[in-house]
């Protein structure tokens, strides 16, 4: 399905996540569109990965969830990646026994295009020298931003048409912060649509289109960016003023 600037490419209604007796997402509505980088941003335990990963089918949910149009009900991680869907996870899920390169490859599983394959991880070593560096080192021996840089890798690997990242920041120094954020701006400015979850909401405000905000699963904002970022309550409660 062919898209333009502007589309929606995923629209979420009415998406529920309950654990046991707690419910952590309580009716989340939103969307993004065909070349936007969307942020949802929000405190630990929000509800933000809970939504991330009801969108990717790996927690079960209510609502409904619709990509290009179609519903994802049902249907498999690989599925969405054939889709041009990809997600990088908190956590990193870099599989750690392979080197860099062989997880950067299985990025590229559901392609068959060896010269573009060929010339995508050059893009991806030229985006991350230090993975060119070390790309015959086993992914499990790197550092928590070399393994993020790693897993954007991977997922950039798979040319996504809409690249899901959950808490890219998470626990890295300032400098590796600054390269991972670069980074996503370079992605989205190369036209692959991003929808970013963050707890660094000033980051993930200065270099979005547009964002939502998220209390205790429920949206309780949502605009372009650069006006929740002078918003009064979201830097009272986000940025410390």
Known sequence: MNTTPGDVLLQVNGLQVAYGGIQAVKGVDFEVRAGELVCLIGSNGAGKTSTMKAITGSLPCKGQVHYLGRSLRGQGPWDLVRQGLAMVPEGRGVFT???????????????????????????????????????????????????????????????????????????????????????????????????????????????????????????????????????????????GE
């Open 97 to 239: 026994r392979m080197s860099i390169h062989e997880n950067l490859l299985m990025g590229a599983f559901v392609r068959d295009d060896a010269d573009g394959i060929a010339a995508d991880l050059e893009r991806i070593y030229a985006l991350f020298p230090r993975l060119q560096e070390r790309h015959a080192q086993l992914a499990g021996t790197l550092s928590g931003g070399e393994q993020q840089m790693l897993a954007m890798g991977r997922a950039l690997m798979s040319r996504p048409r809409l690249l899901l990242l959950d808490e890219p920041s998470m626990g890295l120094s300032p400098i590796m912060v600054d390269k991972i954020f670069e980074v996503v701006r370079d992605v989205a400015r190369e036209g692959t649509t991003v929808l970013l979850v963050e707890q660094n909401a000033s980051r993930a405000l200065a270099l979005a289109d547009r964002g939502y905000v998220m209390e205790s699963g429920l949206i309780t904002l949502a605009g372009v960016a650069r006006e929740l970022l002078h918003d009064p309550a979201v830097r009272s409660a986000y940025l």
